[in-house]
């Protein structure tokens, strides 16, 4: 590494992932004096950014080079770690992934899972495969923090086709402290109120947010499996260690009674499958085959929250306001520094000073941490993060069920991105044959597969 | 469904069920599996707890 750290942000021109990416690093004591390289295709969004982040470079005392540039390869160039977060006309795109599908009877939340996931995927690597080439060009040794979704997917393109050290990061292990918090709600001192589940809007974001730190200060989770689909192998307070499965076991069959409205889709493969699974009702139906039949409206019995397009554009545009506010000196910088962040910095952190750091969760290719899930599929892990990168823990067998449950994701996934990265149409079909599961999708595949391909470009618009 | 079976748990039936290709709806598995053990019941030696 040269003498100065470079971090290389691409997609930074984002008010939902800038700012907080940003203030995180910025903000982190072991970070002190980087040099940090904001790039984006977004010049305006960009220009933005980097004023805010040398407001926040001279708040902290930070004492970062903070660079900009639209050029990817001065970006690129010489960088130790690159965080990459991107999308391509995200929200327009994600609708029409899932309105294709329900054209074909597929109720689905089409991000990460399900026949969209496809759409998702190729739209990204798209964009995302030629980086991975000038990263090999540019910064060979570079470590690659990835944050875009489908994050196994991507991953797993960056470890079969190019020569990157890739670590997936998601900070979805928040919404299984929100499960526990709401399975032991009194004992954290919270009032949940009657018809409570998870909604995309800012009140029930707000007690999401509080819900998740109480239950976080008071347990902890072990969860292993995959991104959006781990399972929480061991429950403890972090106070005794004591283990709390035999307490949810209890709980589990009473608040399907006294508030049923509360993740039920998770409260029921708890008591199918016999652990609790981590990524909440939104994500958790992405991997599983009951939520999507739409003449038995099982999407409406479990109340699956699609993510609401118009509230994620609002807070978006209150966020440029807030940066142009904060830019011109009218509101506290304060704000900034409160956003939560999605542990990059940390990890950057881990890596670069040898902390040996405890990451709850990372994605990486498995090496035996989880015995029954094949070698070399990107599994999600608790992890140190020292020198050497990532390394995993072991956390023991996954129940067979459940195991089997990953491993099906595991192959559509391997299958998807071969068939995109190598251009195999044949493969694609296979690929979405076996996520639906039935054999009378493997029919409904064919017709599918013409208007994905064919309903939208591979343009590099950022949008947010 | 062996294990099931032979060991007379029911919880291990639904959890084979719900593992089937077939079956999209947790609903649909519970009541199948209810059904069939009520149809058949004079035909089965073991009985599913």
Request: overall charge neutral.
């Amino acid at each position: 590494m040269s003498s100065q750290t470079k971090i290389t942000v691409i997609g930074a021109g984002s008010a939902v992932f800038g700012p907080p990416t940003i203030a995180g690093i910025l903000k982190n004591p072991n970070l002190r004096g980087v040099e940090l390289f904001l790039h984006d295709i977004n010049a305006q969004g960009l220009e933005k950014i980097h004023a805010l982040a040398e407001k926040l470079n001279t708040n902290f005392s930070a004492e970062a080079r903070i660079r900009s540039s639209t050029n990817r390869e001065e970006a690129l160039d010489g960088a130790d770690f690159v965080i990459l977060s991107i999308a391509v006309d995200r929200e327009e795109c994600w609708k029409l992934d899932r309105e294709i599908a329900l054209k074909y009877g597929i109720n689905h939340y089409a991000e990460n899972g399900g026949p969209g996931s496809f759409a998702h995927t190729a739209r990204n690597l798209s964009v995302i495969m030629p980086i991975l080439r000038d990263m090999e060009k540019y910064c060979p040794n570079a470590w690659l923090l990835n944050f875009t979704n489908p994050v196994p997917k991507i991953c797993t393109a960056a470890a079969r086709y190019t020569k990157i050290k890739t670590i997936g990061i998601c900070h979805q292990i928040q919404f299984g402290y929100f499960i526990l918090a709401g399975l032991f709600a009194e004992e954290l001192g919270l009032k949940i109120p009657k018809d409570f589940n998870f909604r995309w809007n800012d009140q029930s974001i707000a007690l999401f947010r509080l819900m998740s730190k109480k239950a976080r200060e008071r347990f902890f989770i072990r969860a292993f499996g995959l991104n959006h689909f781990t399972w929480m192998l061991s429950v403890t307070e972090r106070e005794t260690g004591k283990d709390l499965y035999p307490e949810i076991r209890e709980r589990v069959p009473k608040i399907r009674k006294t508030l049923p409205s509360f993740e039920p889709l998770t409260m029921e493969v708890f008591e199918v499958f016999g652990l609790l699974p981590v990524p909440g009702d939104c994500h958790l139906c992405e991997y599983l085959p009951y939520t999507h039949n739409i003449h038995r409206k099982t999407w409406e019995r479990y109340d699956i929250q699609m993510y609401d397009f118009e509230w994620a554009k609002r807070g978006r545009e209150r966020m440029w306001e807030e940066i142009e506010r904060a830019i011109q000196g009218e509101i506290p910088l304060s704000r900034f520094e409160e956003l939560e962040t999605e542990r990059g910095e940390f990890i950057i952190a881990g890596i670069l000073r040898n902390l040996n750091a405890y990451e709850e969760a990372v994605n990486i290719a498995n090496s035996a941490y989880i015995p029954n899930l094949p070698e070399g599929a990107i599994v999600e892990v608790p992890a140190l993060l020292g020198s050497e990168g990532p390394v995993g823990l072991g956390g023991g067998k996954l129940p067979e069920p459940i195991a089997e449950l990953c491993r099906r994701q595991i192959l559509i996934t391997e299958l998807m991105v071969r068939a995109i990265v190598e251009e195999d149409r044949k493969l694609a079909l296979e690929a979405l044959a076996w996520g639906r599961e039935t054999p009378r999708a493997h029919r409904r595949t064919v017709p599918k597969a013409n208007p994905y391909y064919g309903a939208h470009g591979t343009g590099y618009r950022r949008r947010g | 469904m062996v294990r099931a079976i032979v060991e007379e748990d029911r919880k291990l039936a639904l959890e084979a069920l719900a593992l089937d290709p077939m079956i999209d709806d947790l609903e649909v598995a519970r009541k199948i599996l209810e059904e069939y053990l009520t149809t058949f019941a004079p035909y089965l030696a073991f009985k599913l707890h």
